[in-house]
Each structure stands twice: as structure tokens, then as C-alpha cells.
């Protein structure tokens, strides 16, 4: 039965709907998967094992909906009704939210069962998932390496098999980070996608999506959850074709710049990262596309210090809800020193800086989406080094912001896709001599999903990955 985890969420609805497989089935396995495992994993901050099995016992083989009875967890940043959202963070401990988001409600309309939280670190501020609260996730490929972030414990939940896929969202790299880290696929789609609805109008930055093993689940389930919901302040156009169509069609010959050079100027690109993105570009030459490697001009200044003026803010908007839900302004005491230390550099500017940060943020987007026009996609490595050890970066201990630096120079590559609100996808092609995933990275063009799709796919058909399982998954 654990093997049926690793299947492709589309295949188990399948199994459900011919009545070869129960929902109630299905959703035992998956508790008792993460019974067994999370204890050395340590993904999950909440499991519902009453009301997922309350939920799968009313699923039955005549339930239409396109992904009845298969389960799915969510990330402890989007609110799930009557269920804890902590953000990872002592701060919101106690806090149980009454509504869903837009996103989860989408995933019950379509018959998912949701089986629990899983976690990220504080406020989803790191690349890495090692909060306070909870302690660090492990990833499955290699205890001792971190799985990502910041949804690291969708990646690990996903990767384990613990469930055959898992929300997660994406503000700088969080989705598709841990994707690389983990051996799946993440994908961050354009501005405005997916709604992050009630609670928020939109997003400059973030854009919500899930973890995968497959191409195909991954446009399945965006199908799902993309279009606009009531209330949008701005919002991504629809596509002319759903995308689980538009990732089964023939790309055409493609154009494709290959960039190596990082956008942290100071960041240094481990050679076996730097391989597999040129190795990926072989593949692509091998399927009748045009590569050539190009030099991006990421910008003039430092880009990670640009971003935080932008980003720091944003986490301290969540530090500030976090006490109104608690009925007091919140404390050093209440958050790691990193979060504080975000709270502290957005009080100490004005207005004005925020909004000229951000309108910087779009003046580069704008620049760099037009250096890329000649190209129909962009390769780069997906991350700068392999899943670095648990314990390397965690935003704890006498230098916080080290740790942040630290944190850049691991995952170069991901924030300037949210800079510019391009598409784009992480796909785990290749394995290091340790055996540790070894990811690329595919930017698309503006509203470019479906093309990104229809060459993720060629290349998951030439380089096949989701068979490849950590030893203790299968245990």
C-alpha cells in the first residue's frame, strides 16, 4: 500500500473512481505513513487524522470531482479552517482560524483530503526549515541535509511518500528551493495566478502552487487552482487551453539562453551545479532546441539588499497580525532574532522607501524581462550548491544576518523570477555522486506556463525522475 504514495495524484483518483481503491483507503495510508516517518522527518506541524478520515469515509467511487479521496497537506502560512496556522512561530501558537484561503478552498471543491500542515521556517523567511517552534526538517534523500524552504515540509512530506503531493507557495524560491532540494517539481507560476485571497488582494512577490513528481500533476492541479476569485486586485489572464493540455503539446523548436552567472554578484556557483545546467542544456540541443549561454544583467546594486527592502516589510506585516490575533503588540520574544531584526529594519524606514524599493523592483523587472525577449526560455541551475547540512542556516545565534546573506548565496537563482513575475519551474533531472537531487531551473516567458510545461515535460520524458524514491521511503 505505500507504494501507491508514490503514484501520480491523477492515477489515484482514478483508482478511487473504478472502486479498486477506497478514499478511506488511500487516506489511512497516508496518516500511517506519516506516523511512521514524521518523527524522523519532521514535516508536519498539525495532522488531522479525525476529520481527513471524517472526509474520505464520505468520498465514494461516484464522486466526480477530478481528485476525490487523494490526499494533499498545506503549508502552516495559508489558513485552513479549524486548524492551527502558526507560521512556524511562537507568536501565532494559539491562533486556529475559522476560514479557508481561496486556495484551499479550491483544493476541497476539487475532492482533496487535507491531512495536515506542514511546516516552513518562522514567517517563511529562509530557504531552510529549521524554526524554533518546531526544529529543523529532515530531508529524506539525506537526514543531515536540509529539504528546502520554505516549504520544506511539503517537500520532505512529498518526497517521503508520505503524500503524493503537497502545498506550497513561493515568495522568493519557496516552492521550487525545496522542490530542487527534494527531487521534485515546483513550479512558481506568474503574477497573480493563483489568488491569495481573502486575506490578501495580491502579491508582488508570492504566488501559492504545489510539489510534485510529475509534469503532469503539476498542470493538473494549476488548473485548479488558477483564476481570478471575487475581490482580486489584480490577477493573471486565463490561458487558451487548460494547462494539462498545454504541457501535452509539442513545444516547436525553441530558443533558449543558458545563464550561468549569478544574479548575487558575490554568490559562487558550485561546478556540479553549474554541470547539470549545462548538461540539461545538451538534453535540450539533443530535442532540437537552440541553446546558447548568455550573460543576464541582473542589475546594477545588490540585489539581495534591494529585495529585503521590499521583502522585510512583508514580514513584518505578518509579525504585526500576529500580535493583533494575540490581543498585544508582539516582542522580541515572541519571534527568532531574524524575524525581529526584519521588523526592526522596516520600522526604521519610512513610506516612501518601501514604495520606492518596490518601484525599483519593477524598474529592473522591467529590464531584465526585456534583455530576455530574444529567448523563448531561460536555463539556469537551480540552486548554487547542494541541500546544504541542517544546523548551516537558520537565522539563530549571535549574527542573524549572516545567516540571510548565507541564505542568498545559496539560492541565487529564484528571487528574480518573483522580482519579475515570470514563470518558472524546477525540475529535479539529475542525482550527485552522493546521491542527492541535482536540479535545473526553466524561466518562461510573461504568462509563459505553458510553454514551460510542454518542455518540462520533453525533458521529464528524456531524463525520467519520478521513479527515483530515498531509501527511506521504501523502508
Not at 496518516?31 to 464520505?58: G, K
Not at 526538517?137 to 528546502?148: E, I, K, Q, V
Request: with cysteine; proline share 9%; charged share 20%.
Amino acid at each position: 500500500m505505500n507504494d501507491l504514495l508514490f503514484r501520480p495524484a491523477t492515477e489515484l483518483a482514478s483508482l478511487i473512481r473504478s472502486g479498486e481503491l477506497t478514499a478511506t483507503e488511500l487516506v489511512e495510508t497516508s496518516l500511517r505513513r506519516i506516523d511512521e516517518l514524521d518523527p524522523e522527518i519532521n514535516a508536519f506541524t498539525h495532522v488531522a487524522h479525525d476529520s481527513a478520515l471524517e472526509t474520505a469515509a464520505a468520498i465514494g467511487p461516484d464522486d466526480s470531482r477530478p481528485f476525490a479521496g487523494v490526499p494533499i497537506a498545506i503549508k502552516d502560512n495559508r489558513p485552513v479552517a479549524g486548524m492551527p496556522i502558526t507560521l512556524c512561530s511562537d507568536l501565532l501558537a494559539d491562533v486556529v482560524p475559522g476560514h479557508d484561503a481561496f486556495l484551499v478552498r479550491r483544493v476541497r471543491e476539487a475532492g482533496f483530503v487535507i491531512v495536515g500542515k506542514t511546516a516552513l521556517p518562522e514567517m517563511g523567511i529562509l530557504p531552510t526549515t529549521e524554526s524554533r517552534r518546531f526544529g529543523p526538517t529532515h530531508n529524506p534523500w539525506a537526514l543531515d541535509r536540509t529539504p528546502g524552504g520554505s516549504s520544506g515540509g511539503s517537500g520532505a512530506a512529498v518526497a517521503a511518500g508520505m503524500v503524493p503531493l503537497a502545498h506550497g507557495n513561493d515568495g522568493g524560491g519557496s516552492t521550487r528551493i525545496p522542490a530542487a532540494c527534494c527531487g521534485l517539481v515546483g513550479l512558481k507560476g506568474s503574477r497573480g495566478r493563483v489568488s491569495v485571497g481573502p486575506d490578501g488582494g495580491d502579491s508582488f512577490l508570492v504566488s501559492d502552487g504545489v510539489l510534485t513528481r510529475t509534469v503532469g500533476e503539476t498542470a493538473a492541479v494549476l488548473d485548479l487552482l488558477a483564476g481570478y476569485e471575487l475581490g482580486d486586485a489584480t490577477w493573471a489572464p486565463p490561458p487558451d487551453a487548460p494547462f494539462a493540455e498545454l504541457a501535452g503539446r509539442e513545444p516547436g523548436t525553441l530558443r533558449v539562453g543558458l545563464a550561468l552567472n549569478p544574479p548575487l554578484r558575490d554568490a559562487e556557483v558550485d561546478p556540479v551545479c553549474a554541470e547539470a545546467a549545462r548538461s540539461a542544456a545538451r538534453t535540450l540541443e539533443s530535442l532540437g532546441h537552440h541553446v546558447e549561454e548568455v550573460t543576464v544583467p541582473w542589475g546594477e546594486g545588490d540585489l539581495l539588499t534591494e529585495f529585503t527592502r521590499v521583502w522585510a516589510p512583508l514580514i513584518s506585516i505578518q509579525t504585526m497580525i500576529g500580535g493583533v490575533l494575540r490581543g498585544r503588540e508582539a516582542t522580541a520574544e515572541d519571534v527568532e532574532p531574524l524575524t525581529w531584526l526584519m521588523w526592526e529594519n522596516a520600522h526604521a524606514k519610512d513610506a516612501l522607501d518601501f514604495v520606492m524599493a518596490e518601484g525599483r523592483m519593477k524598474a529592473l523587472a522591467r529590464s531584465v524581462i526585456s534583455f530576455l525577449a530574444p529567448y523563448d526560455l531561460v536555463l539556469t541551475p537551480a540552486l548554487a550548491r547542494p541541500p546544504v547540512p541542517i544546523g548551516e542556516i537558520h537565522g539563530r545565534g549571535p549574527d542573524p544576518w549572516d545567516h540571510y546573506r548565507r541564505s542568498g548565496h545559496f539560492t541565487p537563482f529564484t528571487a528574480v523570477c518573483n522580482i519579475t513575475g515570470l514563470p518558472a519551474i524546477s525540475l529535479p533531472l539529475f542525482q550527485g555522486e552522493d546521491g542527492l537531487p541535482l536540479a535545473v531551473q526553466l524561466i518562461g516567458r510573461p504568462l509563459g506556463e505553458g510553454e514551460l510545461l510542454a518542455v518540462a515535460s520533453e525533458l521529464e520524458q528524456a531524463v525520467p525522475w519520478a521513479d527515483r524514491r530515498p531509501a527511506l521511503a521504501v523502508a
